[in-house]
């Protein structure tokens, strides 16, 4: 035997000194307690918190934009249809943004909720 085969030979350990049972991860869904559907409704509440948000954004910020392109061109002697018609996609685009990020910050709440009550507790550091 080479010193390359001793070293990459799986060492299977006993029960006996240094054995440690595998890890299990706490966090993985269990269908049967209804963490699962939990997870599910969360995350739901999260995107529809976002779609609406960016509905709402979307309706409020594009009159604005409108308004704001009309005040600055009213009296400069230009064509207000395609400045209006870009204000009101400009306008729409902003909204959708912002209200998306308004709507997912408003979904948060949930969110956070969900975490503390499932994640366990961080460990607590010995000096």
Known sequence: MTAATIESAPV?????QGFQP???DDRTPDVASGRFAEDLRVERVIVRDTIIGAIIGAIVCA???????????????TALAPNLGMAVGLGMYAGLFLGGCAGTLAGAKTLEHHEHKYLP?????QP
């Open 22 to 24: 595998p890890v299990t």
């Open 121 to 125: 507790a961080p460990p607590i550091r």
């Open 63 to 77: 009159p604005i934009y409108v308004g704001m392109v009309f005040l600055a061109l009213r009296n400069s002697g």
């Open 12 to 16: 299977t350990p006993s029960r006996g």
